[in-house]
């Protein structure tokens, strides 16, 4: 007879397996939480509690890191996620109500995400592309010049992928 294991068990087995990579190595925060979150989608507490004792290293510290940096969630993601650059540049061109309009088609709002919207949207400062200003990003693709009439456009192409 087989013996059946929960589903989050194994991808905390994938987890301990890639953070043995990591043990003993300074510096290899950051790339531990990236893999991390490829595999949860996401950091949830328990996951990052895991990454602190796999490395010996405090979990203040784990946290700082993964509240610092805009790539890291802490609650469930959508399939995509929509970065709304809020730079000055982006600002000034109109990026706040591009927000706006994103929230209303994706139906939820930064930091939160709907469990049947296929979107997350977060903010960033700037991404470095201010003379495209205003700028969407969608992974580590930037989209410059939106506006909220592009944005069904773009959602749509995002959900055929």
């Given at each position: 007879?087989?013996?059946?294991?929960?589903?989050?068990?194994?991808?905390?087995?994938?987890?301990?397996?890639?953070?043995?990579?990591?043990?003993?190595?300074?510096?290899?925060?950051?790339?531990?939480?990236?893999?991390?979150?490829?595999?949860?989608?996401?950091?949830?507490?328990?996951?990052?509690?895991?990454?602190?004792?796999?490395?010996t290293i405090p979990l203040s510290e784990v946290y700082s890191v993964v509240s610092f940096y805009s790539l890291f969630s802490t609650v469930p993601t959508g399939k995509h996620r929509l970065e709304v650059c809020l730079g000055t540049a982006c600002y000034v061109q109109g990026a706040e109500e591009l927000l706006r309009e994103l929230q209303d088609l994706c139906g939820t709002e930064p930091g939160k995400s709907a469990p049947e919207s296929p979107f997350s949207i977060s903010t960033t400062r700037c991404v470095g592309a201010c003379g495209a200003a205003p700028i969407v990003k969608i992974g580590e693709e930037l989209h410059g010049e939106m506006t909220p009439e592009k944005l069904p456009s773009l959602l749509e192409e995002l959900v055929k992928e």
């Open positions: 007879m087989a013996v059946k294991t929960d589903p989050e068990e194994k991808l905390y087995e994938r987890l301990d397996r890639a953070l043995k990579k990591y043990k003993g190595k300074p510096g290899v925060l950051i790339a531990a939480l990236q893999e991390a979150q490829e595999i949860f989608g996401y950091l949830p507490r328990k996951v990052m509690i895991q990454v602190a004792n796999r490395l």
